[in-house]
């Protein structure tokens, strides 16, 4: 009970920033009370439930546990305050709580506070003495010191010796941290009392006292009247706590003025802390203190040796020895994973936390000052919490296009000479977000198809690609609707939509349409979806699929129509020029003319180029006037393809001259091809009909002779022929419907020239059929 209610007195709290302090007796019993951490860090019991707090002690015992139900710490294991922390004071141990989800800590302090619970002992169960009966009165014997493990009030307080006339303790050394010493009081008398037997008892200062004896035995000797007397007070010594066994540390020394026997001197240890018997020796004889153990300046950093040096007859001094160890930096950084994180999302914000680490180093000064790092250039950064608690953060956006996964080496490193250090290296995954939309391998596309494909050819493919992973980047291909003259661009072509391969949904006529465009668009599977779209133009090749159309001369059933040529008409005469046009494109289109037929092929030639008609030599009497010129207009297609055209031609200086001729040609013609109807008709009829057709062709020819000796002799230009409007009557189109046509004339009519064959979309010239206008 009187323990419960120490307790309830000693244990108190207070709040420091990010820290909460308790204070605790030894030796409390396991299931006692701590703290309630709940109540004092203001953390709902929930809390400590979803977030899985524990707590973090290092790699010593578990002293203390987290009962997360109550909210409080408890003692799991009974602590000795003496066995943790030696004489050290403030006795404390630090632990940490834990929680995740967010991730966070707290750390507590609880210190050890002593009770009475150790009795001052000595080490020897005995002290003997030997004195002179010579010894001066006052005469000072060093009596070894009891040692009490408690500290504070509870610590040694003083010693007391039992009742003598001889002896007494020296009233100044009584409770001070120095050497008990035992003072002669009277001369003594071997011969009244050769040995004396006392006892010295130490006491604490606790609640109850408690003390320890050791009894003193004295043999008086003879003679030796003079004690050894150290030559100072105190000796240092610093060693670093890597030296070598066999290092001289110093050297005590003292002088007795006695001679012979009686002033030898021999040095011995007589009091020193736990285990520095095992780490130093005083030679006996010089006096050398020398290391013979290994020195820890993380576990004892300060030793005081008392060195006794004494003579033959029992006189002593007690020479102080400190020794100060110095640290080296022995000791590397150890690092602990307290939390980690194996994965993240590639879209979390720079300065989340990752992972939480507790670093420490116990070497002193610089060498225990610890600096974590990244050697690598990762978007990861090291921030210090506390002065032993680390977080790994973001330090900037991550991309998992990038890099999908880091290797994380940490290292730590103290500021010792050589500086030592020790790493850890830390995997982390990066998912995959929807942040890429797909991109197309090029930003246009161009696809070219030959008119007259089979519908449902393959035309060509787009291809996407996304950044992204898995389902996000799953692409699809979508045909965008649009029109293409008024028509859905769906009727023209088809996109699949796992490939990416364009159809043709109809066959195409060059003729017709020439190009069209349109979008295709990439969507990738994730949620919400991304897209880009890309313009698609496709150009129809042309083929030769359409044969040369004759302009001019106009061909007709039965016309007689002719070009007339002067007979004195010199070499290179424009007799006419035959005009043709095609309406396939490129060298499908480009046109050559040839004489294929010639009533005298010596008299007239054909323009390869231009299809112009004329005279290769010089007119003569001689010359039939009839002349009839079978002309072939082909183009350089692959296969080329062809038209014919008659052209007849009259040389004659006279119309009169041409109808005469012209009308027998007539009147053959019309006999050859009427043999039959004319022997079946009566010979009345046949008169009839000559007398018509003579009438006809008289005044056609008066006209054409007319019209041409007017074109002859003008300046102007003049447009000598309209083409017919070609109709598309299946639908298909092989001709365009409109075209420009340029004709230039000259003054002189024997140095024309045409232009034609040009698609038009502008000064378009349309012809109309029921009209008769020129």
């Not at 203001?42 to 139900?69: F, H, M, Q, V």
């Not at 290994?294 to 400190?322: M, P």
């Not at 996407?464 to 699809?476: L, M, Y």
Request: charge should be negative; proline fraction near 4%; charged fraction near 20%.
């Amino acid at each position: 009970m009187a323990r419960q209610v120490l307790f309830l007195l000693c244990v108190c709290f207070r709040s420091v920033i990010g820290q909460i302090s308790y204070s605790i007796p030894e030796e409390m019993a396991t299931g006692s009370l701590v703290g309630n951490i709940a109540q004092d860090l203001g953390i709902d019991l929930k809390r400590l439930e979803s977030g899985k707090a524990r707590i973090y002690t290092g790699e010593g015992p578990d002293y203390i546990e987290l009962n997360k139900a109550r909210g409080v710490l408890l003692i799991k294991e009974r602590i000795d305050r003496e066995a943790l922390c030696r004489q050290t004071t403030p006795c404390s141990l630090d632990i940490q709580i834990i929680l995740e989800n967010p991730m966070q800590f707290y750390s507590v302090t609880v210190e050890v506070t002593d009770i009475n619970d150790n009795s001052p002992s000595f080490k020897n169960s005995k002290m003997e003495f030997e004195i002179n009966e010579l010894a001066h009165i006052g005469s000072k014997f060093i009596l070894e010191k009891a040692s009490d493990n408690d500290v504070g009030v509870n610590g040694l307080r003083g010693y007391s010796l039992s009742s003598s006339d001889a002896f007494a303790l020296n009233p100044y050394r009584i409770g001070s941290n120095r050497n008990i010493e035992m003072v002669l009081k009277r001369h003594l008398d071997r011969e009244k009392q050769e040995r004396l037997s006392l006892t010295l008892t130490a006491t604490d200062g606790g609640e109850p006292q408690l003390s320890g004896t050791v009894n003193i035995l004295i043999t008086v000797l003879d003679a030796n009247d003079n004690a050894p007397v150290c030559t100072q007070a105190e000796f240092k010594a610093n060693v670093k706590e890597n030296a070598q066994k066999g290092a001289v540390l110093t050297t005590v020394s003292a002088s007795d003025a006695d001679d012979g026997p009686h002033g030898r001197i021999y040095y011995s240890i007589s009091n020193a802390p736990d285990g520095a018997h095992e780490l130093f020796h005083v030679d006996k004889e010089n006096g050398e203190v020398t290391l013979t153990g290994t020195l820890d300046y993380e576990n004892i950093r300060h030793y005081e040796i008392d060195v006794q040096a004494s003579d033959e007859g029992g006189n002593s001094d007690v020479c102080k020895v400190i020794i100060e160890v110095l640290d080296t930096n022995d000791n590397p950084p150890a690092i602990n994973i307290m939390s980690t994180s194996s994965g993240i999302s590639e879209d979390v914000k720079p300065g989340t936390v990752l992972t939480m680490m507790n670093v420490q180093d116990p070497d002193s000064g610089e060498n225990g000052n610890v600096h974590c790092y990244i050697k690598e250039n990762l978007p990861f950064t090291i921030s210090l919490t506390s002065k032993v608690f680390f977080s790994l953060v973001t330090d900037s956006e991550l991309n998992r296009e990038e890099f999908s996964e880091y290797n994380i080496t940490v290292s730590c490193s103290d500021e010792g000479v050589p500086s030592l250090s020790s790493s850890v290296t830390l995997t982390l995954q990066i998912s995959d977000v929807n942040d890429n939309p797909p991109v197309f391998e090029r930003s246009s596309y161009e696809a070219y198809i030959v008119e007259n494909n089979t519908p449902g050819l393959s035309v060509f493919t787009v291809k996407a690609r996304d950044a992204d992973w898995n389902q996000n980047a799953r692409v699809s291909y979508i045909l965008e609707d649009s029109s293409v003259n008024g028509v859905p661009v769906s009727s023209y072509v088809s996109v699949s939509a796992d490939s990416g391969v364009v159809h043709a949904v109809r066959s195409f006529d060059y003729e017709q349409i020439k190009d069209f465009h349109f979008l295709v668009k990439a969507q990738d599977g994730g949620s919400p979806p991304l897209s880009s779209n890309v313009s698609v133009k496709i150009l129809i090749q042309d083929q030769n699929d359409n044969p040369p159309q004759v302009l001019y001369p106009v061909q007709t059933g039965g016309s007689m129509v002719a070009e007339m040529v002067p007979r004195s008409a010199d070499v290179g005469y424009l007799v006419t020029k035959v005009v043709a046009v095609d309406v396939d494109s490129g060298q499908n289109a480009w046109l050559s003319y040839k004489l294929q037929k010639a009533t005298d092929r010596a008299l007239f030639e054909v323009g390869l180029q231009n299809g112009e008609i004329r005279t290769i030599r010089q007119v003569s009497d001689k010359d039939a006037v009839k002349q009839r010129l079978s002309v072939i207009v082909e183009d350089n297609g692959q296969p080329s393809r062809s038209a014919t055209v008659i052209v007849n031609v009259a040389v004659a200086d006279s119309f009169p001259e041409v109808l005469s001729e012209f009308t027998d040609f007539a009147h053959d013609k019309e006999y050859n091809d009427n043999l039959t109807f004319y022997l079946v008709l009566a010979l009345a009829v046949v008169s009839f009909l000559f007398i018509t057709c003579l009438v006809v062709i008289i005044s056609v020819k008066i006209y054409r002779w007319r019209q041409s000796r007017i074109l002859y002799h003008s300046s102007l230009p003049v447009i000598p022929y309209y083409p017919p409007r070609y109709s598309d009557t299946l639908g298909t189109g092989t001709l365009q419907h409109v075209y420009n046509y340029e004709v230039c004339r000259t003054t002189d009519s024997r140095k024309s020239d045409c232009k034609f064959g040009r698609a038009a979309s502008q000064n378009v010239l349309i012809m109309d059929p029921s009209s008769t206008g020129t």
